[in-house]
């Protein structure tokens, strides 16, 4: 009987257009030795990074991540300075044939 995989658990992070943010958010799984299997970097409000609509969407799949740890890093997320909001889900892995 083949082994259940784990749901990968997903991070939308929404932050200021800050250089600095997407270092920020990914230590966060550093921290808790988890390597990613999935990000997404997006840039909206336009070419001025300094415009203050300017923001940077940051998408985040991690394999084997329980609901608990999920809602740790969430927590986590939140608390770093140019991060506006953060939205998780969970999904379960496509699976290999």
Same mark, same amino acid.
């Given at each position: 009987?083949?082994?259940?995989a784990s749901p990968v658990?997903?991070?939308?992070v929404l932050t200021e257009a800050d250089p600095s943010?997407?270092?920020?958010?990914?230590e966060i799984?550093?921290?808790?030795?988890?390597?990613?299997?999935?990000?997404h970097v997006t840039? @909206?409000?336009?070419?001025?990074?300094?415009? $203050?609509?300017?923001?940077?969407t940051i998408d985040v799949q991690v394999s084997g991540v329980g609901r608990d740890a999920s809602e740790a890093i969430a927590r986590k997320l939140r608390a770093i300075?140019?991060?506006? @909001?953060?939205l998780t889900s969970e999904r379960? $892995?496509?699976s290999s044939f």
């Open positions: 009987m083949p082994k259940e658990a997903c991070f939308s943010a997407v270092p920020r958010v990914l799984f550093a921290l808790r030795d988890l390597i990613p299997s999935q990000i840039r @909206s409000g336009g070419d001025n990074l300094r415009a $203050p609509e300017a923001e940077l300075i140019c991060v506006h @909001s953060v379960q $892995p496509h």
